[in-house]
């Protein structure tokens, strides 16, 4: 029996490729290939039709792909299941539904989250766990946040973690950036933008620990208003190089590049920075709590995010492990692969087509 199966993807509509708009073009293309050359399955991959003003915004796929919209002949029921990759639902609905739940951040971390946003997230939930037939999560914690809020068969909830895409452990072959050859100085990495990251802790950590006298602190993504005061500061603001729209083909380079990835967030669903850095041979410092403790455990220093001592200290500890350490890690990266993500994502495609 043929089947074809729409993967929503509408999250792609975006200008920055974070971590959520690069599992889906990992993933649809690890679905690509598997179903090449001959298969009883067909993918495309569907965007809200309301969203097409924003069409330039898609990457390029090889997938096919194409609009919906909630009329007949156009909408979702012509697929035998849809897989929601992001939490947009498509209505009406389809016969079948799957869904990707990255993280439940807004439910679990309450005092970061404006009410209104958090009583979104709350409703798009309930629609999920009403209508999907499945649920993939990324990791053992976000099944457990998950299932410690709300009412959903145990056994309909999938942990598929994510992939390391091969680019990550080859040396970069990209020329750098200009701003990456402006970087002189070893460097810490660290990501800022959304407050979950825990940037303010991480700046605080980096001046008490001392290491900015030899070490540039380099971040990816903007910065709270809260710590920008912090950032300019005459003599630290020296060691602090913020870089905004960082290209996906230059992650590589500055990855193998640091000296450390500083990455304390406060909830992660998953982490994929944590592994990406590993794979890069890079030494890698990541909180005790959440989705990146799962993944971290044994290859990675763990430290309390909310301790700014515990992150100073963290951060000579790993800069400290041996080499041997480092390449375990990057042994242990290699057992995360698209592929296998693929595969697994492909048998609960399976588990709800044949579970009538």
């Not at 080859?170 to 701003?179: D, I």
Request: charged share 20%; glycine share 6%.
């Amino acid at each position: 029996m043929n089947y074809k199966i729409g993967l929503e993807a509408t999250a792609l509509l975006s200008s920055r490729l974070s971590g959520i708009q690069r599992y889906i073009l990992e993933l649809s293309n690890a679905l690509m290939k598997l179903s090449y050359p001959a298969s009883d399955t067909r993918f495309e991959l569907c965007l809200k039709g309301t969203r097409i003003k924003k069409a330039y915004l898609r990457p390029t796929t090889s997938m096919d792909h194409r609009w919906y919209l909630p009329f007949p002949g156009f909408s979702c029921k012509r697929y035998s299941l849809v897989h929601a990759l992001d939490t947009i639902l498509p209505s009406p609905l389809p016969p079948r539904i799957a869904c990707t739940i990255h993280d439940l951040f807004s439910i679990v971390i309450k005092d970061y989250s404006k009410p209104r946003f958090r009583r979104h997230k709350i409703r798009s939930y309930q629609r999920i766990i009403k209508h999907c037939n499945a649920i993939i999560v990324p990791s053992n914690t976000t099944k457990r946040d998950l299932l410690n809020n709300f009412k959903y068969p145990e056994e309909r909830i999938f942990v598929i973690p994510h992939g390391v895409s091969p680019r990550f452990f080859r040396q970069p072959s990209s020329e750098p950036s200009n701003k990456i050859e402006q970087l002189t100085r070893p460097y810490i990495l660290a990501f800022g933008g959304r407050e979950r990251k825990n940037f303010p802790r991480v700046v605080q950590a980096f001046v008490l620990s001392k290491l900015n006298k030899d070490y540039d602190l380099v971040v990816i993504g903007g910065i709270d208003r809260g710590i920008q005061d912090v950032v300019q500061d005459d003599e630290l603001g020296q060691s602090i190089r913020i870089m905004n729209n960082v290209s996906d083909e230059h992650l590589p380079t500055l990855y193998h590049k640091a000296s450390l990835l500083c990455f304390p967030s406060l909830y992660e669903g998953f982490g994929l920075p944590v592994l990406e850095a590993m794979a890069s041979s890079t030494p890698v410092l990541t909180s005790n709590v959440g989705g990146v403790a799962d993944i971290g455990l044994g290859h990675a220093t763990l430290v309390d995010p909310l301790s700014v001592a515990g992150i100073a200290t963290g951060m000579h500890e790993a800069l400290a492990v041996s080499k041997e350490g480092l390449e375990q890690a990057r042994l242990y990266a290699k057992k995360f692969t698209w592929e296998k993500a693929a595969l697994a994502t492909k048998n609960v495609y399976k588990y709800i087509l044949h579970s009538e």
